[in-house]
């Protein structure tokens, strides 16, 4: 699935199920840990994008899911930023359709 094609508004029932029930407040602190497992090279540059996204949402809320079939989402609901990546291939941002799914997940309480 390309990158910028990524539409977690449009995803299958049993992954909205999967991030409806993994979505969860992540610490700045365990999501910098995260992404030092994932992206364990210096010179990965999907390392530099996911650790950008952190440093540029100082002091933000950021939440956590997991699709069903692996596909991680990070949202920052304060800056309504987010962003996708499937560990080994690839990332992208969150769209806007994904954005306001993730956004109504946290607001009804999943």
């Not at 990158?3 to 991030?19: C, I, T």
């Not at 029930?21 to 992540?26: L, S, W, Y």
């Not at 987010?82 to 990332?91: A, D, K, N, Q, T």
Request: charged share 30%.
């Amino acid at each position: 699935m390309p990158f910028e094609k990524f539409d977690l508004e449009n995803l299958n029932r049993e992954r909205r199920k999967a991030v409806a029930k993994t979505i969860r407040t992540i610490t700045t602190e365990e999501l910098k840990k995260m992404g030092s497992e994932i992206f364990r090279y210096a010179d990965d540059p999907w390392r530099q994008a996911f650790f950008d996204f952190i440093a540029e949402n100082p002091g933000s809320t950021f939440h956590h899911a997991v699709t069903s079939d692996g596909y991680n989402v990070v949202y920052c609901r304060d800056k309504d930023k987010g962003m996708w990546f499937l560990p080994g291939s690839g990332m992208g941002p969150l769209q806007e359709r994904g954005r306001k799914a993730m956004n109504e997940m946290i607001e009804g309480g999943h």
